[in-house]
């Protein structure tokens, strides 16, 4: 691991009832968060491929462990995202390079599929900034019923010269789902969209 | 009795293996449960209220295996914890002291009778408040290497008629301390205290 790790976090939310009906059986999702150093804060470095590479690493370790806090096989992953937080002292670019060309590929190597884009947000900030991670289906873009979103924190992190970089998954799409649109039943799941 | 209405549960667990120091052999863990349930007494004073402290103790036991499950350790492991609750608006900050008795009932099970005083914070406020859960020694509260606090919250809760029951454990000290004090490998456990 070239990455170097100050804090895991993983959080999972079971929501049994919403809207005062039911959810059964409850919808879960899981976000494992890394918080690391910015071997880039303070300077402007033209080349960024060792974020990329630590992407690559952190794709495969941050799914892995959403992933195992679900408690479920890496295949029965419905719905998906990420997002990363840069420190006062660094870039946007410094998360996109963490985010964009590598982690997506070990990611899909641990949930079996994932044809669809990963749905993705980034932003500077302060220690406890909160990240919106953008959910969609894993195979297909399109299904309704699982654009979502996940809110996390991590309340010391990042300090200036950190990046916070995490990976949500979920078993099902948001609880009472009824706006219509491609249902999940009815995907090819081949173009990533439909 | 008032039966108890969950809408949500959240896990977390946070591996710390460093702060800027030498990073530890093993790391730091920490985690909190977080319940969100329906307010029986929201809106209205209701004076009789105590029945509630026996109708919470499945949900406290319930969510300290959970919490021992997500961070994945004995439950002679475990050297630190805490408890806490926030109580959404429509509610009273005594309805959150219900929580002191099954909350730390259900941890004491588990852990097979520690013997501190299972330290806790508790207020009322809105959804997304955040609570910062102290944590000490489970066998003595004196024991400064253990002193710490979490700080737990949920987006979307307390709604106003909702109460968010928290537990937390830890598994050691805090990951570079060093301000003396009473050491872990000192104390008697006889009186809770030292």
Redesign the interface.
């Known amino acids: 691991m070239s990455a170097k ?14 809207g005062g009906r039911a959810v059964s059986p409850p919808t879960r999702r899981a976000a494992a968060i890394a918080v690391i150093e910015n071997t880039h804060a303070g300077r402007f470095v033209e080349d960024l491929s060792d974020l990329m590479a630590i992407g690559e690493e952190l794709g495969e370790l941050l799914s892995r462990r959403a992933v195992a ?1 679900l408690g479920i096989p890496g295949e029965k992953v419905e719905s998906y995202g990420k997002a990363a937080a840069v420190g006062e002292d660094g870039e946007l670019e410094h998360a996109a390079a963490i985010l964009h060309p590598k982690l997506g590929a070990p990611v899909r190597k641990v949930l079996g599929k994932g044809a669809a884009l990963i749905p993705s947000s980034k932003k500077r900030g302060g220690l406890g900034v ?1 990240l919106d991670i953008p959910l969609g289906h894993k195979d297909a873009a399109f299904v309704r019923s699982h654009f979502d979103g996940m ?1 996390v ?3 010391d992190a990042p300090r200036a010269n950190e990046i916070m970089v995490a990976i949500a998954v979920t078993d099902s799409g948001r609880p009472h789902p009824r706006v219509g649109g491609l249902q999940k039943h009815e995907i090819r799941g081949e173009d990533g969209l439909r | 009795m008032p039966e108890v ?16 120091g030498p990073a530890a052999k093993q ?1 730091y863990r920490r985690g909190a449960v977080l319940a969100v349930i329906a307010n029986p007494y929201a809106g209205k004073y209701v004076a009789d209220i105590q029945g509630f402290m026996e109708d919470l103790k499945p949900l406290g036991l319930d969510m300290a295996k959970r919490l021992i499950a ?1 961070l994945g350790v004995a439950p002679g492991e475990i050297e630190g914890y805490g408890k806490g609750a926030v109580v959404g608006s429509a509610g009273e900050v005594e309805h959150g002291a219900l929580w002191h008795a099954p909350g730390g009932y259900g941890m004491r099970e588990v852990l097979g009778g520690t013997k501190a005083i299972v330290p806790s914070a508790k207020k009322v406020g809105g959804p997304g408040a ?1 609570l910062d859960v102290p944590i000490t020694h489970v066998n003595a509260s004196f024991v400064r290497s253990h002193f710490d606090a979490i ?1 737990v ?3 979307d809760a307390p709604r106003a008629g909702e109460m968010v029951l928290v537990l937390a454990m830890t598994t050691g000290p805090r990951v570079h301390n060093r301000a003396g004090g009473l050491a872990a490998k000192d104390i008697k456990g006889e009186d809770g205290l030292r």
């Open positions: 790790i100050r804090k895991l976090v993983t959080m999972i939310e079971e929501t049994f009832s919403e806090a909160t809110e924190r991590v309340s | 209405v969950i809408r949500k549960i959240v896990t977390q667990v946070e591996d710390v293996f460093h702060e800027g790391p997500a955040r700080e919250g949920i987006v």
